[in-house]
């Protein structure tokens, strides 16, 4: 991306940013105040956690990130007909808002330790800083915080769709271990390894929105889950899109630390399609990040960013198509915006 910035590609989150920060326009006061109170719910419930643990957990959480995932609890509830019940209502979706982004940083904290990554949202990871052992227990102590905010709406149904999307994102982890290295990955598993480990997420986000909302049946709820179920595969997609394109500069995130991982994802499997000497190369064999750049070329040469790309824009317009028969019209522009949001990061 060129132009204003000067040649300078602006950052992945940045630009996601931008999406978001439209979507908080035109949701007015009314969105920003429930956002804000979002915000600082999850700060009392970290620092609540007590030290020294709480350091990296409070860390984590208040580095930042897009938010993306309360977003969508905030706006499914919204457009279910708002939070069921007045104040009470309101406090009730923000904690299920809550318990989604500690779900989501616990499963970051995890994630950089199972991934060996150095570098999230622009800082080293709680594993790089601080050691594996306070990593497992920072991303415990996120989990249980998470479960334990949802536990006070007393709703098992809500305690239901959280759990099943840990569940998830822990069979996807672990579908991703099983894969490390291969020679061959079938699409349809790569696949089903991004709708457990994001998109399970992205789904049990939009339920909760709806389960706290006042015209928000079980229908609807199952409707507006499945339609953030494709947008987070797209997201998914998308971000192993980046994870080859980079730069770090971008991402916030080490170019090429899937593969530098052996974990093979959908810009790597299309690359082995279309290149067979990519198809030969032995991914344990990379050994330094700038063999992993190197690769990371091949891959882009051969066309497969773009096709991957394709591939994951196709899903989001499927998504956004499927707006108009969950919900009465102009009650569904936000969360199209959002399905926007997800694409414009790659821009
Ligand atoms: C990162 O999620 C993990 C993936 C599912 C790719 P986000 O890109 O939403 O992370 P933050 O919260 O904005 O940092
Ligand atoms: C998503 O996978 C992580 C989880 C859903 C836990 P990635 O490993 O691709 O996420 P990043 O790239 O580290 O953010
Ligand atoms: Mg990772
Ligand atoms: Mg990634």
Same mark, same amino acid.
């Given at each position: 991306?060129?132009?204003?910035?000067?040649?300078?590609?602006?950052?992945?989150?940045?630009?996601?940013?931008?999406?978001?920060?439209?979507?908080?326009?035109?949701?007015?006061?009314?969105?920003?105040?429930?956002?804000?109170?979002?915000?600082?719910?999850?700060?009392?419930?970290?620092?609540?956690?007590?030290?020294?643990?709480?350091?990296?957990?409070?860390?984590?959480?208040?580095?930042?990130?897009?938010?993306?995932?309360?977003?969508?609890?905030?706006?499914?509830?919204?457009?279910?007909?708002?939070?069921?019940?007045?104040?009470?209502?309101?406090?009730?979706?923000?904690?299920?808002?809550?318990?989604?982004?500690?779900?989501?940083?616990?499963?970051?904290?995890?994630?950089?330790?199972?991934?060996?990554?150095?570098?999230?949202?622009?800082?080293?990871?709680?594993?790089?800083?601080?050691?594996?052992?306070?990593?497992?227990?920072?991303?415990?102590?996120?989990?249980?915080?998470?479960?334990?905010?949802?536990?006070?709406?007393?709703?098992?149904?809500?305690?239901?769709?959280?759990?099943?999307?840990?569940?998830?994102?822990?069979?996807?982890?672990?579908?991703?271990?099983?894969?490390?290295?291969?020679?061959?990955?079938?699409?349809?598993?790569?696949?089903? *390894?991004? &709708? %457990?480990? #994001?998109? $399970?997420?992205?789904?049990? +986000?939009?339920? @909760?929105?709806?389960?706290? /909302?006042?015209? !928000?049946?079980?229908?609807?709820?199952?409707?507006?889950?499945?339609?953030?179920?494709?947008?987070?595969?797209?997201?998914?997609?998308?971000?192993?899109?980046?994870?080859?394109?980079?730069?770090?500069?971008?991402?916030?995130?080490?170019?090429?630390?899937?593969?530098?991982?052996?974990?093979?994802?959908?810009?790597?499997?299309?690359?082995?399609?279309?290149?067979?000497?990519?198809? *030969?190369? &032995? %991914?344990? #064999?990379? $050994?330094?990040?700038?063999? +992993?750049?190197? @690769?990371?070329?091949?891959? /882009?040469?051969? !066309?497969?960013?773009?096709?991957?790309?394709?591939?994951?824009?196709?899903?989001?317009?499927?998504?956004?198509?499927?707006?108009?028969?969950?919900?009465?019209?102009?009650?569904?522009?936000?969360?199209?915006?959002?399905?926007?949001?997800?694409?414009?990061?790659?821009?």
């Amino acid at each position: 991306v060129s132009g204003a910035t000067g040649g300078v590609a602006r950052s992945a989150a940045a630009q996601a940013a931008d999406g978001i920060e439209e979507i908080m326009a035109r949701g007015g006061e009314r969105l920003r105040a429930l956002m804000v109170r979002t915000e600082e719910h999850l700060d009392d419930v970290t620092a609540a956690a007590g030290a020294p643990l709480a350091v990296h957990a409070r860390a984590t959480v208040a580095a930042g990130g897009k938010r993306l995932r309360p977003l969508l609890v905030v706006l499914a509830a919204e457009a279910a007909g708002g939070p069921q019940g007045g104040e009470q209502g309101e406090e009730r979706m923000v904690r299920a808002a809550v318990a989604v982004e500690l779900v989501h940083s616990a499963t970051l904290v995890h994630d950089d330790l199972i991934d060996g990554a150095l570098l999230r949202r622009g800082r080293p990871t709680v594993a790089a800083a601080a050691g594996r052992r306070a990593a497992v227990a920072t991303g415990d102590l996120l989990f249980s915080r998470a479960f334990a905010e949802l536990a006070r709406n007393d709703d098992a149904e809500q305690l239901q769709a959280l759990s099943q999307a840990s569940s998830a994102l822990a069979e996807g982890e672990l579908l991703q271990r099983e894969d490390a290295w291969a020679a061959h990955v079938a699409l349809e598993r790569y696949m089903r *390894r991004c &709708e %457990l480990k #994001t998109a $399970a997420l992205f789904e049990a +986000a939009c339920r @909760l929105g709806a389960l706290n /909302a006042a015209a !928000g049946s079980r229908e609807l709820a199952g409707a507006l889950g499945a339609f953030a179920r494709r947008i987070g595969l797209a997201f998914q997609m998308l971000d192993d899109v980046l994870d080859v394109s980079g730069p770090v500069e971008r991402t916030g995130k080490s170019r090429g630390t899937d593969l530098l991982d052996g974990t093979v994802t959908l810009p790597f499997i299309l690359a082995r399609e279309r290149d067979h000497d990519l198809a *030969r190369v &032995e %991914l344990r #064999t990379l $050994a330094t990040p700038r063999q +992993a750049e190197a @690769l990371c070329e091949r891959i /882009a040469s051969t !066309g497969a960013l773009d096709e991957a790309r394709e591939q994951a824009l196709a899903v989001v317009a499927e998504a956004k198509a499927s707006l108009p028969e969950i919900l009465p019209d102009g009650r569904s522009e936000l969360l199209a915006l959002v399905a926007d949001a997800v694409v414009e990061r790659y821009r």
